[in-house]
């Protein structure tokens, strides 16, 4: 894919995610790889539905440095970093949905287990990595060193944040997380939900992807 649709792409997944209310006003950033050594990135500070691809900010993984005037997403750390040390992953969303944050303020992990859905995009498990102060060079240590080689995680009292080889595998595993997190908060205010038994969740695990 060249810039050009590497930049509409980005726009496209933002007025998505944005549509779908997996991140409000100007909150999470969304970005893509180009190649080996440059990403595109959301903006700073702006609506992810409202964004054009000329927008859309060029920047170096190895530097930082970037093109233009516009600042890029202050979050740009943690992308760059997750890109350095995953070479197959190709994009990343990083949201505010409300289940997740909800999961994340209280510290509680998502459950995957619960539906065959949840194991086969999230996996056994997602982690939770602890807090760091956004924009910091402590959040993107953390989140790469405990993300490790999962595609997902929460974000202690923060959002939410899938990896993918592209686009819309990292938009999927980012509604899919939503979606779990909201069936586990309605079951267990409901009753006490049980995972699906260990036979079923290795069977599930071994599927081919």
Known sequence: MNEQDARKELAAAGRIIFDRRLTFASGGNISRRLDEVTML???????????????????????GEHEGSRRPSMETPFHSGIYRARPEVGAIVHCHP???TTLAILGRPLRTALTPEGLLMLGRSVPMVAYGTPGSSDLAEKLVRQ???????????????AAGRDLL???????????????????????????????????ILSMPK
């Open 41 to 63: 990135i959301t903006p700073s500070g702006t609506c992810k539905g409202m964004l054009s691809p000329e927008q859309m900010i060029r920047v170096d993984l190895e530097t």
């Open 98 to 100: 409300l289940s997740c």
């Open 147 to 161: 993300l490790g080689a999962s595609n997902a995680c929460i974000m202690q009292s923060h959002g939410a944040l």
């Open 169 to 203: 595998d990292a938009f999927n595993r980012m509604e899919t997380m939503e979606y779990i997190a909201t069936l586990q908060l309605t079951a267990e205010r409901a009753g006490r939900p049980e995972d699906l038994p260990e036979d079923e969740v290795e069977r």
